[in-house]
């Protein structure tokens, strides 16, 4: 695909209409086997399974949050639980009957399909560490929104691998080749517009509930649920590059700042939630 389809976020979104979103093929035969012992499914063991995989988090929380008619025509699902919930198991079985899965889609792109890999374990490593964090800063009542927010902020990064795999691998040679490069800066450069853009339009066009979106906007970094979710990207991030990235100790420092506690305290924790 040639990236003179997505010369701006609007052409993003006008490919994504009406398209089935992809999801990992571990989702779809996962589903396939409880679907087959569909008296044992609930909601709490298809929970488990959309929350390993961000594209269908995404896919499960558009088709809920597009099927509100209007602004104020009833509340928005902010959290994978209550979206299946919602949902109802057998409503989820038919919303999911047919899945695109992404290894078909990438099939012959190794490189691409690495990639996009590299981004879902990234973005789980990255839930399990803002649950973590909230849990440290007791915020029982924030923890699930807090969660998912961190799965689904790649979400962008992971379509591009397979929508413009080209222009995603060029933007992570550069970032390898200058390790300084701020990851906006190569998104502009390439696209003339970010990731995160592309998640905000996702945002505004329901592909997003809007407590999440608000949870994914770095600009509002003050307030602390939103920090916990960019703390928790960027210990993800840097912990992707290995344990002796030097940017993990400003990490942990900022961790610390905001649930209160000692870094080394902090390290521990964090190190167990990883392990876990």
């Not at 600009?219 to 912990?239: D, E, S, T």
């Amino acid at each position: 695909m040639s990236l003179t389809n997505f010369p701006d976020t609007a052409a993003w979104l006008r490919f994504l209409q009406g398209k089935s979103l992809p999801v990992l093929r571990h989702s779809v035969r996962a589903l396939q086997e409880l679907d087959r012992n569909r008296d044992q499914a609930d909601a709490r063991s298809i929970a488990r399974i959309v929350l390993q995989d961000p594209l269908l988090a995404l896919r499960v929380l558009a088709y809920l949050e597009k099927r509100r008619s209007g602004p104020a025509s009833g509340s928005t699902v902010a959290t994978i639980g209550r979206a299946v919930v919602m949902l109802g198991v057998d409503a989820f079985f038919r919303a999911c009957a047919e899945l695109t899965e992404v290894e078909q889609l990438l099939a012959g792109r190794p490189r691409a399909l690495l990639g996009m890999l590299q981004v879902v374990a990234r973005a789980r490593r990255a839930a399990h560490f803002a649950r973590e964090i909230a849990v440290l800063r007791h915020d029982a009542a924030g923890v699930d929104e807090i969660t998912a927010a961190a799965l689904l902020h790649e979400c962008a990064e992971m379509l591009a691998w397979i929508y413009t795999p080209e222009a995603a691998q060029r933007i992570a040679e550069r970032q390898a080749q200058d390790p300084s490069l701020r990851s906006g800066v190569a998104q502009l450069a390439e696209f003339g517009y970010s990731y995160h853009d592309v998640q905000f339009a996702l945002a505004g066009a329901r592909y997003l509930p809007p407590l999440l979106g608000e949870l994914m906007d770095e600009a509002a970094l003050g307030r602390p649920r939103v920090k916990n979710v960019f703390c928790a990207i960027n210990l993800a991030r840097h912990r992707a590059h290995g344990a002796n990235d030097p940017a993990l100790a400003d990490d942990y420092a900022e961790i610390a700042a905001l649930v209160h506690l000692a870094p080394d305290q902090v390290i521990a924790r964090l190190h167990l939630a990883a392990a876990a």
